[in-house]
């Protein structure tokens, strides 16, 4: 594996280890390979940085048992790649579209050819997710997000943020809440 792909696999392990995903649950990620390999967000996609950040991901998450989601950039409205079982199991409707590295991004196009039988969605509402380049994935993240630093703040040039989900909070001040879910 190279650099890239164990900092990619170094920083999805940590967030699935903090964000505790269930099995079958899903993982967003948004990658701007232009700023991994420290250009500017959409002006050097590189197919070869897709793949080895794709990589170390994908291994991390199938460890895990967690599906992952794959952000398309704007030029696809931000549609997500991920595989058919995951968009049926929570019933997200398929669109059709094929990313590219210059119209959808070179991430997604990774994970459309790896995955077994992938899928374009254009909403989901994953449970956890990882913004690789500050490509905006909080659309696509349940309610309520919470920050999760990881100590993998950057891969190769690119900043990384985090952020799990919780159940939201009801009922104000008498209200007791389990502690597990926080």
């Not at 890239?4 to 999805?12: H, K, L, P, T």
């Not at 990313?99 to 070179?106: D, E, F």
């Not at 254009?122 to 920050?147: N, S, Y």
């Amino acid at each position: 594996m190279t650099i890239i792909g164990e900092e990619a696999y170094r920083a999805a392990k940590e967030l699935l280890d903090c964000a505790q995903l269930e099995e079958g649950q899903i993982l967003v990620v948004g990658c701007s390979t232009s700023e991994v390999g420290g250009a500017g967000i959409g002006t050097f996609s590189s197919p070869e940085l897709a793949e080895a950040v794709f990589g170390g991901i994908y291994q991390a998450t199938q460890e895990a048992g967690v599906y992952l989601a794959a952000q398309c950039c704007e030029h696809l409205n931000r549609a997500l790649v991920l595989e058919q079982e995951a968009a049926r199991r929570y019933g997200y409707e398929a669109v059709n579209v094929v990313p590219q590295p210059k119209a959808g991004g070179s991430f997604a196009t990774s994970a459309y050819k790896a995955f077994e039988h992938p899928v374009a969605v254009e909403h989901i509402r994953a449970h956890a997710g990882i913004d690789i380049g500050d490509t905006l994935i909080g659309m696509h993240l349940k309610d309520v997000a919470v920050p999760v630093r990881i100590r993998t703040a950057q891969i190769g040039d690119a900043h990384v943020v985090c952020a799990r989900t919780r159940p939201r909070f009801i009922g104000g001040s008498r209200a007791v809440y389990d502690q597990g879910l926080l």
